[in-house]
C-alpha cells in the first residue's frame, strides 16, 4: 500500500507490479494524462503544485477508504509535480482485488475523490502564451 | 510617577500558508497575520483579516478553503497556534 508525490516521470509498470498478486484476479491501473484540447482551447503544458504535508495525508485517507469499503489487495497511488508536456502522466492508481468488479469500482471512486479533495493545483500553459490556475467552482 | 493607564493589547501571530492562484496574487507562499487578541480566532476570522491584510485575495476570499494543521477546516473551527494553517483555491489535481 502506498501513496506519493514524485517529480520523476511514472513509473506505471512498477506501480501495477507493486498490486499484482497471486490472491488477485485483477489489476486496474488508471493513469491520468495531460490532454491537448480543452473547451477549444489549446494546452502547450500544464503545471503542477501541491501542499505536500496535506496531499499525502488526503491520499493515505483514500486509500484507507477504499481498503474499507471494497474487498481489495493493495491500492498504490501517485501524483507527479512540476511542468509536465503533451501526453506525460500526471496521476497513476493501480488497485488489485480477487474480482474485476471491485477493481473497477474502487479504481472510479479512487480518481473522481481525488480530484475534489487532494491539495493539487494545475497551472495551464495555454498555446497562446499565457498561463491560468484552474479552480473549479 | 504619574498614575497612567496602561492598555496592554494582547495579540498573537499566525502563519499562513498560500498556494496557487492566492500565492501569485499575495507574492508569497506565506505571511504572517497578526490576530488582535487573546482568544483563539476562528478560521472565519483569520479569513477576514487575510483579506483586509490582502486585498488583492478580496475576490477570491470567499471561495479559498482552509487546512489546519493540514486537515481541510469550516470558518467556525478553531485555530490554534503552533500548527500548520492554509487558505487556498478549490483543487484541481489529478
Known amino acids: 500500500m502506498a501513496v506519493a ?37 489549446r494546452t502547450v503544458a500544464l503545471d503542477y503544485e501541491a501542499y505536500p504535508e496535506m496531499a499525502m ?50 479504481g472510479r471512486f479512487l480518481i473522481d475523490e481525488f480530484k475534489k479533495v487532494v491539495p493539487i493545483w494545475k497551472k495551464e500553459n495555454w498555446d497562446d502564451g499565457t498561463t491560468e490556475w484552474v479552480h473549479p467552482h | 510617577m504619574a498614575n497612567e493607564a496602561v492598555e496592554e493589547i494582547s495579540t498573537q501571530q499566525r502563519i499562513i500558508l498560500l498556494f496557487a492562484e492566492a500565492r501569485d496574487r499575495v507574492g508569497r507562499d506565506r505571511v504572517v497575520l497578526t490576530i488582535p487578541d ?12 487575510l483579506i483586509e491584510q490582502f ?31 492554509a487558505f487556498f483555491p478549490p483543487v484541481s489535481g489529478g
Do not use: C, K
Request: hydrophobic share 45%; proline share 6%.
Open chain 1, 57 to 106: 495525508r488526503e491520499m493515505t485517507q483514500l486509500e484507507e477508504m477504499a481498503l474499507n469499503r471494497w474487498p481489495l489487495l493493495a491500492v498504490s497511488i501517485i501524483h507527479r509535480l512540476g511542468h509536465l508536456e503533451l501526453g506525460e502522466i500526471s496521476v497513476a492508481i493501480a488497485v488489485s482485488s480477487p474480482h474485476r468488479h471491485d477493481a473497477f469500482d474502487a
Open chain 2, 55 to 85: 486585498p488583492s485575495l478580496r475576490d477570491l476570499g470567499p471561495r479559498l478553503l482552509a487546512a489546519v494543521d493540514s486537515r481541510y477546516a469550516m470558518n467556525e473551527d478553531p485555530v490554534p497556534a503552533n500548527v500548520d494553517v
Open chain 2, 38 to 49: 487573546a482568544q483563539i480566532p476562528t478560521v472565519g476570522q483569520v479569513r477576514r483579516l
Open chain 1, 5 to 41: 508525490l514524485t517529480r520523476e516521470p511514472i513509473d506505471f509498470t512498477q506501480l501495477a507490479e507493486s498490486v499484482r498478486s497471486s490472491a488477485a484476479g485483477a489489476v486496474l491501473l488508471f493513469l491520468g494524462t495531460v490532454r491537448e484540447l480543452t473547451a477549444g482551447r
